[in-house]
């Protein structure tokens, strides 16, 4: 299995000769893998994880192209029919050869009166967890863990107690596309810190970055 950094929040996952996008939104540089993905999961509908244009763009140049999201993604992509599928916490899916179990239900709170939006995690062949915008712990364990970095309803001690919660055996920093050159120096600092303490490798992926997993 193959995980590839396409920018902010968006990352593919590849397996032999197929492959899934996870969350091409706004700020990633997601247009090359859309052209050849499998299929497309996202986990719910903020810009920088959902960019409905670019989305609809690469369905209408490729028809067998599909998408599995939360229910206001659906809703928003609901004249695509069954291209289109919700799922939600407790399901599992099997997505063009991958086996896709579903974690989560709530964004992480952004506002102190307002309730929060829906949020789909997704877990692949039980190796790689997103889990987009909030601190999902699975029921099962997750070896390769894709660690939300930065973000505005997000600080520094969640990314440590997060990290503690899961102990995967490898993370990889996304959601960093908010962050200046010095923003991301701090950020790979405490990710560092947060694997160091676990005798495991965390680190960031550039943009555009492959890496190989030794699946089980």
Not at 37 to 51: G, N, Q, S, Y
Not at 59 to 78: C, D, F, G, K, Y
Not at 91 to 109: K, M, P, Q, S, W
């Amino acid at each position: 299995m193959r995980l590839t950094k396409l920018g902010h929040a968006c990352v593919q996952i590849g397996k032999d000769d197929r492959s899934l996008v996870i969350d091409p939104g706004s700020f990633s540089e997601a247009s090359g893998a859309l052209a050849t993905a499998d299929a497309v999961l996202i986990t719910h509908e903020h810009f920088d994880h959902f960019d409905a244009d670019a989305l609809r763009a690469a369905m209408a140049q490729r028809p067998a192209l599909e998408v599995w999201t939360s229910r206001v993604v659906a809703e928003n992509l609901a004249d695509l029919g069954g291209r289109v599928h919700q799922v939600g916490h407790g399901d599992a899916v099997t997505i063009a050869g991958f086996d896709v179990h579903v974690y989560g239900e709530d964004h992480e709170l952004m506002h102190p009166d307002l309730p929060p939006i829906p949020n789909t995690g997704f877990l692949i062949d039980g190796e790689v967890f997103h889990p987009g915008d909030a601190l999902t712990v699975p029921s099962e364990p997750v070896p390769t863990l894709c660690l939300p970095g930065n973000a505005p309803w997000m600080r520094a001690i969640d990314l440590f107690n997060y990290a503690r919660e899961i102990r995967p055996e490898r993370a990889f920093a996304i959601h960093d596309g908010l962050l200046n050159d010095v923003g991301l120096m701090v950020m790979e600092r405490h990710l560092a810190s947060a694997g160091e303490e676990q005798g495991k490798e965390f680190r960031r992926l550039a943009p555009g970055t492959s890496v190989d997993l030794a699946t089980k």
